[in-house]
């Protein structure tokens, strides 16, 4: 199966470069005009969205006429105390500090670590492809979601393997992959992944 990844447009929040994870931050201006100007498919009938409005915002700007499945597990990392801070704000937090200084990999203080966060991804990712397969709509499969999502899953069941951070895109890119198993693990995995810089479908 064919699957899009698609980052959401531009937020209040990323203009103010602020964590913002569970935080239910709008599109900004910008990124409406951005949305706007990406792309998109009239045509689409059904688009994956998570609870927050920023996913639902730019899908609906995306894709007008398509209907939105939401799916909580594919929700944004919950940075718990950090939501909707800078690193300015916490320049001089202690705990902020230590979680930069092990690379952001351990649990933020009431919020996710991003090993979690990685496993919640890819459950609900996965869970997203059977459902559909099993649905008979095994053509492709389209995502608007958020940035750490999309490098939650492409680090971990992306081929080659490449690391977290490796996959940082900018909001609005597009990420095109195919699903497929490895036939003497039986794992599953993405092959074929190619960063687009408009969303074409």
């Given at each position: 199966?064919?699957v899009?990844l698609?980052?959401?447009?531009k937020?209040?929040g990323n203009?103010?470069?602020?964590?913002?994870?569970?935080?239910d931050?709008?599109?900004?201006?910008?990124?409406?005009?951005s949305?706007k100007?990406?792309g998109?498919?009239s045509?689409?009938k059904s688009v994956?969205?998570?609870?927050?409005?920023?996913?639902q915002?730019t899908?609906r700007?995306?894709f007008?006429n398509a209907?939105?499945?939401?799916?909580?597990g594919?929700?944004?990392?919950?940075?718990?105390?950090?939501e909707?801070?800078?690193?300015?704000?916490?320049?001089?937090?202690?705990a902020?500090r230590?979680?930069?200084?092990?690379?952001?990999?351990?649990?933020?203080?009431?919020?996710?670590?991003i090993?979690s966060?990685?496993e919640?991804?890819l459950?609900?990712?996965w869970?997203c492809v059977?459902?559909?397969?099993?649905?008979?709509?095994s053509?492709?499969?389209?995502?608007?979601?958020?940035?750490?999502v999309?490098?939650?899953l492409?680090s971990a069941a992306?081929r080659?393997?490449?690391?977290?951070?490796?996959?940082?895109?900018?909001n609005c890119?597009?990420?095109q992959?195919?699903?497929?198993?490895d036939?003497?693990t039986g794992?599953?995995?993405?092959e074929?992944?190619a960063?687009?810089?408009?969303?074409e479908?």
């Amino acid at each position: 199966m064919r699957v899009y990844l698609i980052r959401h447009a531009k937020t209040v929040g990323n203009a103010l470069n602020r964590y913002i994870g569970c935080t239910d931050s709008p599109l900004c201006e910008e990124g409406i005009a951005s949305a706007k100007a990406a792309g998109g498919d009239s045509a689409l009938k059904s688009v994956i969205v998570t609870p927050l409005m920023r996913t639902q915002q730019t899908a609906r700007i995306l894709f007008p006429n398509a209907e939105q499945c939401i799916v909580s597990g594919l929700s944004e990392m919950d940075f718990g105390d950090f939501e909707d801070r800078s690193a300015d704000d916490m320049a001089n937090d202690s705990a902020y500090r230590a979680w930069v200084d092990g690379g952001c990999m351990s649990r933020c203080p009431n919020g996710e670590s991003i090993a979690s966060f990685t496993e919640r991804i890819l459950a609900s990712f996965w869970q997203c492809v059977r459902a559909a397969e099993s649905a008979g709509e095994s053509s492709r499969l389209v995502f608007v979601v958020h940035g750490g999502v999309i490098m939650a899953l492409l680090s971990a069941a992306g081929r080659p393997k490449k690391g977290f951070y490796d996959w940082y895109l900018p909001n609005c890119a597009c990420v095109q992959a195919d699903t497929a198993t490895d036939s003497a693990t039986g794992e599953a995995y993405l092959e074929n992944i190619a960063v687009k810089g408009k969303v074409e479908i």
